[in-house]
């Protein structure tokens, strides 16, 4: 039982936790609050449309079928509710977290937005080109077969997104990952990209030469017989990577992580090394590396 069940005086207050009430069905329009939480509330149907909120969690509120268009809220975290159909496209709305909604077919052209989380949300077609997206991470939506080429956009996750075949050349973008995207063919030459997962890309068969990469991680890439540019990365996970070595079949566990030695060694005396190794630990915060001699099968 939370406080509006209990049917205490809520005159006044701005903030409001009811968090994990079974029993509450309704929230009454409380004038003056600004932010509510109520999450894994399994019965509540309605909130209200409360003026001047600025902050709503209703994560996991399994039984409400809408979220009203709250004018100048700027945070909205409605995860797991399973039988949402829509996001209202909430004006100033900054952050939204709609993951594992699994009835959303679309978010809207939400202006103002900055972050969007809508991993896993399986019914999930299409995203518009919002302007002025930071972040976008859209993980998991199996049915989503396109993402918009959201100028200004810095840092995508698309990981396992399984419809996709093509990544825009979103210009302004910092971070890519998109592992597992089976479909995935290319990737574009996005000049300013720092950072790259495309881990079990399954149909990517080459990589861009992109000068600002540091940052790469193609572990699992069957079909990548090269890595362009690969003297300027700083770090490098390549585990299971066929180019590595390819006259020896059997080296297919190699993780390097250049950025640690990278003052002592060329790559190329690193490639002697790992070519005789089978596997190359690194132990997180112990400044060192553990080589495991490669097993040469008599
Ligand atoms: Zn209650």
């Known amino acids: 039982m939370c ?28 004038e003056g609050l600004k932010e509510l939480n109520c999450s894994h509330c399994y019965s509540l149907t309605e909130i209200p449309n409360i003026e001047g909120l600025k902050v709503l969690y209703c994560f996991y509120c ?13 945070i909205l975290y409605c995860d797991n509710c399973n039988l949402l159909t829509e996001i209202p496209n909430i004006k100033g709305l900054q952050e939204l977290n709609c993951n594992d909604c699994k009835l959303l077919t679309k978010i809207s052209n939400i202006e103002g937005l900055i972050n969007l989380c809508c991993t896993t949300c399986h019914s999930l077609t299409e995203i518009s080109n919002i302007k002025g997206l930071q972040g976008l991470n859209c993980s998991n939506c199996y049915s989503l077969t396109e993402i918009p080429n959201i100028k200004g956009l810095k840092e995508l996750e698309c990981s396992y997104c399984n419809s996709l075949t093509e990544i825009p050349n979103i210009e302004s973008l910092q971070e890519l990952d998109c592992n597992d995207c089976v479909l ?13 997962g495309c881990s079990s890309c399954d149909s990517l068969t080459k990589l861009p030469n992109m000068k600002s990469l540091a940052d790469l991680d193609c572990r699992e890439c069957r079909l990548l017989t090269k890595v362009p540019n690969i003297e300027n990365l700083e770090g490098l996970a390549a585990f299971g990577c066929p180019w590595l070595n390819p006259s020896r079949e059997k080296l297919n566990k190699v993780i390097i992580l250049q950025r640690f030695f990278k003052r002592y060694l060329s790559i190329n005396q690193l490639m002697n090394i790992i070519s005789e190794t089978t596997e190359m630990y690194y132990e997180p915060g112990s400044k060192g590396f553990y080589l495991l001699r490669r097993k040469f099968e008599e």
């Open 62 to 74: 399994t039984s409400l079928t809408e979220i009203p268009n709250i004018e100048g809220l700027k």
């Open 3 to 30: 406080k509006i069940c209990r049917g205490e005086d809520l005159t006044g207050i701005t903030t409001l936790d009811v968090s994990s009430c079974n029993m509450l069905k309704k929230i009454p329009n409380i």
């Open 184 to 196: 995935l063919t290319l990737i574009p030459a996005i000049e300013g990209l720092k950072g790259l």
